[in-house]
């Protein structure tokens, strides 16, 4: 009898302690975000308005056409080595992150991956590619300071088809711009 009343305390503790809120994990000096915090950044993220649609006016260009200008950096299956010619992107994306037009602004690099894979691996995998661009943007002159990074893993597609071509447009680091 007393066991049952034991094991009745201890159940009722157990659910009336339940879990406690969590901090973001995120390291103040790269700005990387844990995998966790990169889920609720993407649910928060469908919650408020859109920040890539919004128009910042520079004088001459604004962020959007700024913006537009950045190339789409592809991977290839289960990898995050940067190729020579994406490496070329790349090099172009920190010419224009240069000019007087796109240094008032912060880059932000999605890392992104096709369906194969579990969720938790392809939120590590979109992070790696991610910082492959950013320590590559680095070499080039930007400043770390200005560059986040962002795993949306395999939730994030730009193409749903079930085909290797599609699979490769999934497998992407996007740069988007922040004021």
Known sequence: M??????GVVMALLVFSGCSLKEPAID??????SVPVAQEVQASEAETAPVENSV????????????????????????Y????????????????GKTDAAKS???KLEGNCDEWGSDEYNFALGLKRANAVKKA?????IDASRISMVSYGKSNPVCTDHTKKCWSKNRRVNFKLLP
């Open 2 to 7: 007393k066991s049952i009343v034991l094991s």
């Open 28 to 33: 103040s000096e790269t700005k990387e975000v």
């Open 56 to 79: 910042v006016d520079l004088g001459a260009e604004t962020m959007a056409e700024v913006e537009s200008k950045l190339p789409t950096v592809y991977f290839a299956f289960d990898k």
């Open 81 to 96: 080595d940067i190729t020579p010619e994406m490496q070329a992107k790349i090099d172009k994306s920190a010419e224009l």
């Open 105 to 107: 602004f912060n880059v």
């Open 137 to 141: 943007l680095v070499a080039d002159g």
